[in-house]
């Protein structure tokens, strides 16, 4: 019996060496070439999941938004391996324009990503001053995308890097009233921002497979983040409340890093 029992222990001994030397020739031997990843992006208010135009979002401090428009741009994308070193995304290619209302805009597709086992992603939300800088010829298409999608003003005035549109009430705020937050570049400042952040899993790209990270985008962060910046304190009357400069605009810049969180990772 005892014999038996020593044999079955060398054969599960057996499997587990073959099972680990499996995974290390994965890692090592056949994690070449080039594949794809998909970064899609799930707009949020807090908890629940963003509906536009029907849906009442309570903020901290007792502002009931009603979304009608949420937009970003995402940008300069790098993807972090889990030794460490990353892959920079072609800057050229790296520039995307995220649209609630456009299911298709949600999902980034990544092309010719090395293969291995990625940990990380950083991106920028907006477009940064050293692209902005190359010139209205070189932006091409994305500044016409940008314009069609009502992301960016005139050329000299630049991008909007957050659009974020609807109504509000408050306590003293009684009517629905219009709201209007625009992030981008307001004189000198660009008001540009990056996240970075890791996956509760690791994605594997691979030539066969293409992961999926799924990132939430909780829009409440906006304006109640870390910053809390009142809609009602920004109402203008007939005009509503109109956020596009001024003091409230690096603050609402800042709230920007911590909107975004990785739910998990697909593999397959």
């Not at 901290?60 to 994308?77: A, F, H, M, R």
């Not at 030794?83 to 995220?98: A, L, M």
């Not at 092309?111 to 992603?121: F, K, L, R, S």
């Not at 066969?208 to 203008?236: E, F, R, Y």
Request: with cysteine.
């Amino acid at each position: 019996m005892k014999f038996q029992l020593k044999n079955i222990l060398a054969v599960v001994a057996l499997t587990f060496a073959f099972a680990s030397c499996s995974n290390d020739d994965e890692t090592v031997e056949t994690i070449t070439g080039q594949g794809r990843l998909a970064v899609e992006f799930d707009n949020v208010f807090g908890s629940a999941n963003l509906i536009l135009n029907s849906q009442a979002n309570v903020t901290s401090q007792g502002e009931t938004l009603n979304v009608s428009d949420v937009k970003y741009i995402i940008s300069n994308i790098v993807l972090t391996k889990e030794d460490g070193t990353t892959f920079v995304y072609p800057k050229e290619q790296s520039y995307f324009i995220v649209s609630e209302a456009n299911a298709a805009s949600h999902v980034l597709e990544l092309e010719n990503v090395p293969a291995g086992n990625y940990t990380g992603i950083q991106f920028g939300i907006g477009v940064d001053e050293q692209q902005y800088n190359l010139g209205q010829t070189v932006q091409g298409d994305f500044f016409a995308a940008a314009q069609n999608e009502d992301m960016a003003w005139s050329w000299s005035a630049g991008y909007k890097h957050v659009l974020f549109e609807g109504m509000f009430t408050s306590s003293t705020v009684t009517t629905p009233t219009i709201f209007m937050v625009h992030t981008g570049k307001s004189g000198a400042n660009y008001n540009y921002n990056s996240v970075n952040i890791a996956f509760p899993d690791k994605a594997l790209v691979r030539t066969n497979i293409t992961p999926d990270v799924h990132i939430l985008a909780d829009v409440a962060k906006i304006i109640d983040g870390t910053n809390k910046v009142k809609l009602t304190d920004n109402n203008m009357g007939g005009m509503g409340a109109m956020i596009m400069s001024g003091a409230n605009l690096p603050l609402i810049t800042a709230n920007l890093s911590a909107m975004f969180n990785v739910d998990h990772v697909h593999n397959d």
